[in-house]
C-alpha cells in the first residue's frame, strides 16, 4: 500500500498557489516534502557525500541528485534565452510598430481571425511532425504586435490596459491549441509515440497511424471550438472600442 | 563533424555564455537595487546551463536550491533597462521603425534555422526533434549576427536588450525546469498509484458513461496536479483505462487511449504547474495577471474536456 502521505507535495502546491506565495519555493517546498515522506534521503549513498549517516541511504538515489538530474536533463525547457538578444534589439529597432503598421493595411484582419490563422498554421507544424514552443519565436516578436495593429485598425483611440491583456492572453492560447492538439497528427511526435509504447508495453499492438486516425475528431473540434471563442472575443473588442 | 558541433551540449553551453554576459551586466547595473543577488542568480542559471552535462547532480542540485532560495529572499530584480517603445500604443510614427520590413528579418531567421535542422536531422537518419532543439539555439545565434548586420548596433546593446526581456520575466524563467524536477520526485513518491488507486475506489464497475467520465476526470486531474498530460498517461491507461473500461467492454485500444492522452491536454490548459505553456509565456508577454493565460482558457478547456467525455463513450456504444 502506498503511502498517503505522499500527497503532502499536491497539498502544498495547492495551498501555496491558492496564497500567491512565491511560487519557485512552494514547488521547491513540495518535492522536498514529497521526498522526505516518502523515506528517501537527501544526498545519494554513492559518492560525495558517501557513509554520512541521515543525509544517504545504501542503495537509494538522493532527493537533490534527483532535482540535480532532473533539472539539467529539462534545459532544453529554458533554451529560449537564447533568442531573446536577437528578439530584443529587432523590438529595439521597431519590430512590433511595423508588425502592426502590417496587419493594419489589411481590411479583413481582425484579432480573433488572426488567433485562428495562426492556429492553424501550428497544426500544420503538428502535421509535418514539428516540435517547437511558438511563445518566444512567433507570439512575442510577430503575433502579439500584429495582434494590436489589428486591434487599433477600429478605434481612434489608445487601447485600454484591459484590452491589450485580454489580446495577450489570446495570444499565448491560439499557440497553446494549434500545438496541444495539433501535433497528434503525426506519428513521430511525442505524444503519439508515448502512447503507442505504453499501449504495447500493456499488451495492446496498436499501430502510430490508428492513433492519427482516432485524434481527428478531437483536432476539428478543437479549431471549431476555438473559431467560436476567436468570434467572442471580435465582438467583445468591438464593444469595448465603441464605448 | 556535424555530429560533434551540432549538439544539445554546444547550444547549452552558448546559453551558459549569453547568461554569464546577463549576469555580468546585472552585476554593474546600478539600477538594479538587488543587482548582487539578481547577478548571482543568472550567473548560477548560466553555470547549470553550461557545465550541467559534466557536473555531478548533487552540485546541481545544491545549485538549484541556491538559486531557489535567492528568489524566495527576495533578491531577484529587474534593473531599469527601458522599454524601447510604449507597448499599449504601436501607432508611432514611421521614425520607430527605421528600417521597414527588413526588420522581420532576425527575427524570422530563428524559424527557418530551426526547421532547417529538424529537417537536416531526420535526412540524417538522427532525432528531428533533437534537431530542432539544436535549430533554435544556433538559429537565436544566427538572429543576433543578421540583427546586429542590419541595425549596426554594438554586441552591447544586443544583449543588454536580451538582459531586459529576460529580467522582465524573471524567476519565472526556472519553474519548467522546477517543476519538471517536481514531477519526477511525484513518480519516486509513487503519487500516480495513489491518485489511480482513488479513483478505482470510488466509481461503479458497471456503468460505462461514469467509467468514461471518471477515466477522462481522472486524466485531466492528474495532469493538472503533474502539469504534463505525458506524465499522467502511463498512470492513468495503467491503473484506469486499461482494466476497467478497455478489457471489460472489448473498446479498440488506439481509440480509447488517444482520446484519454488529449483528455489531458485539456488539464494543461488549466493548471499553472505547466509553467512553459501558461506562466512563462504570461511573463514573455508582460501580462499583469500571471494567470492571465489560464483564465482565458479555461471555458475552451472545460468545453473540450466535456467533448473528450462525450466522444469516447459514443465511440464505445457505437461500435
Not at chain 2, 176 to 205: E, R, W
Request: charged share 10%; proline share 5%.
Amino acid at each position: 500500500m502506498a503511502n498517503h502521505w505522499a500527497l503532502i507535495g499536491v497539498v502544498i502546491i495547492v495551498v501555496g498557489i491558492t496564497l500567491k506565495l512565491r511560487t519557485t519555493l512552494v514547488v521547491m517546498a513540495a518535492a522536498l516534502a514529497t521526498g522526505l515522506v516518502a523515506g528517501l534521503p537527501l544526498f545519494s549513498h554513492e559518492g560525495f557525500f558517501q557513509g554520512i549517516p541521515l543525509l544517504t541511504k545504501p542503495g537509494q538515489t538522493g532527493i537533490v541528485n534527483t532535482l540535480g538530474k532532473a533539472f539539467a536533463d529539462n534545459r532544453l525547457m529554458t533554451l529560449f534565452i537564447i533568442t531573446l538578444p536577437a528578439v530584443g534589439l529587432s523590438e529595439r529597432f521597431g519590430l512590433q510598430e511595423q508588425s502592426a503598421k502590417l496587419i493594419r493595411g489589411i481590411k479583413t484582419a481582425t484579432v480573433g481571425r488572426l488567433q485562428i490563422i495562426y492556429q492553424l498554421f501550428r497544426v500544420l507544424h503538428g502535421a509535418l511532425g514539428i516540435r517547437l514552443n511558438g511563445h518566444p519565436s512567433f507570439v512575442r516578436p510577430l503575433v502579439f504586435p500584429m495582434s494590436l495593429g489589428a486591434a487599433e485598425k477600429g478605434s481612434e483611440f489608445k487601447l485600454q490596459p484591459a484590452t491589450v491583456e485580454r489580446i495577450k492572453a489570446a495570444n499565448a492560447a491560439a499557440e497553446n491549441y494549434g500545438n496541444f492538439y495539433g501535433q497528434n497528427l503525426s506519428p513521430v511526435q511525442a505524444g503519439i509515440l508515448l502512447v503507442y509504447g505504453v499501449m504495447n508495453g500493456l499488451g495492446f499492438a496498436v499501430g502510430v497511424w490508428d492513433l492519427v486516425k482516432f485524434t481527428l475528431p478531437v483536432v476539428v473540434a478543437s479549431i471549431l471550438f476555438a473559431a467560436v471563442q476567436f468570434w467572442l472575443l471580435d465582438r467583445w473588442l468591438n464593444r469595448e472600442a465603441a464605448r | 563533424m556535424i555530429e560533434k558541433l551540432f549538439t544539445l551540449d554546444v547550444v547549452y553551453a552558448l546559453t551558459g555564455i549569453v547568461l554569464f554576459i546577463f549576469a555580468a551586466m546585472t552585476f554593474m547595473d546600478k539600477s538594479n537595487p538587488r543587482r548582487f543577488g539578481s547577478g548571482m542568480f543568472w550567473l548560477l542559471l548560466g553555470v547549470i546551463f553550461a557545465f550541467g552535462s559534466w557536473m555531478p547532480y548533487w552540485l546541481t542540485g545544491v545549485l538549484v536550491l541556491a538559486m531557489v532560495a535567492l528568489d524566495g529572499l527576495g533578491r531577484v530584480t529587474r534593473g531599469n533597462v527601458g522599454e524601447p517603445a510604449s507597448e499599449q500604443d504601436v501607432r508611432e510614427p514611421d521614425v520607430r521603425a527605421p528600417f521597414g520590413n527588413q526588420i522581420f528579418v532576425p527575427v524570422i531567421a530563428i524559424p527557418v534555422v530551426t526547421f532547417f535542422f529538424a529537417i537536416l536531422f531526420r535526412q540524417l537518419g538522427m532525432d528531428a526533434n533533437r534537431g530542432a532543439l539544436v535549430g533554435l539555439g544556433f538559429g537565436g545565434l544566427a538572429a543576433m549576427v543578421i540583427a546586429l548586420g542590419l541595425t549596426r548596433a554594438g554586441f552591447k546593446t544586443l544583449m543588454n536588450e536580451g538582459r531586459r526581456l529576460n529580467e522582465a520575466m524573471g524567476a519565472v524563467n526556472i519553474l519548467p525546469q522546477l517543476l519538471a524536477s517536481l514531477g519526477v520526485i511525484f513518480t519516486a513518491a509513487k503519487v500516480g498509484d495513489l491518485i489511480a488507486g482513488g479513483i478505482q475506489s470510488v466509481i461503479p464497475g458497471n456503468n460505462l458513461f461514469l467509467l468514461v467520465l471518471a477515466n477522462c476526470l481522472g486524466m485531466a486531474l492528474f495532469t493538472i496536479v503533474m502539469g504534463n498530460s505525458f506524465a499522467a498517461f502511463p498512470v492513468i491507461a495503467t491503473g484506469v483505462l486499461v482494466p476497467l473500461i478497455i478489457q471489460p467492454f472489448g473498446v479498440n485500444p488506439a481509440m480509447a487511449a488517444i482520446i484519454t492522452l488529449t483528455a489531458g491536454s485539456s488539464g494543461t490548459l488549466m493548471t499553472p504547474m505547466a509553467a512553459n505553456f501558461n506562466i512563462v509565456p504570461a511573463a514573455l508577454l508582460n501580462l499583469r495577471d500571471q494567470y492571465g493565460v489560464i483564465k482565458f482558457q479555461l471555458p475552451y478547456a472545460l468545453t473540450i474536456w466535456a467533448f473528450h467525455v462525450l466522444l469516447l463513450w459514443l465511440l464505445i456504444k457505437i461500435s
